[in-house]
């Protein structure tokens, strides 16, 4: 059974950077694509990124409008860990940040992000 555990949130100051790590275990990494979820105080969870399991390009990443081109997906099959690169940080983007395989799996405990002075 697949365990997802994420780390690295925290609390930062608008238009700063945090980089979100997820790492898995129990599964065969590299045959899944993987996305990247948050839930806002008070907001159902929403969708952030998905990259594939794309090997020989190291996985392509598709992104939410309200983070691309701040927000960064990426993975490291030999680590069975997907990243989260997250720059240009808006107090909107404070939640409690997620990833899962797809089409989906269970889910971990999630990583605090707070944005704010």
């Known amino acids: 059974q697949e365990q997802l555990v994420e780390s690295g949130g925290g609390l930062v100051q608008p238009g700063g950077s945090l980089r979100l790590s997820c790492a898995a275990s129990?599964?065969?990494?590299?045959?899944?694509?993987l996305a990247w979820y948050r839930r806002a105080p008070g907001k159902q969870r929403e969708w952030v990124a998905t990259?594939?399991?794309?090997?020989?390009?190291?996985?392509?990443?598709t992104y939410a409008d309200s983070v691309k081109g701040r927000f960064t997906i990426s993975r490291d099959n030999a680590r069975n860990t997907v990243y989260l690169q997250m720059n240009s940080l808006k107090p909107e983007d404070t939640a409690v940040y997620y990833c899962?395989?797809?089409?989906?799996?269970?889910w971990g405990q999630g990583t605090q992000v707070t944005v704010s002075s």
């Open positions: 899962n395989i797809l089409p989906g799996g269970n």
């Open positions: 129990g599964i065969i990494f590299s045959r899944f694509a």
């Open positions: 990259i594939t399991k794309d090997i020989t390009k190291g996985g392509i990443g």
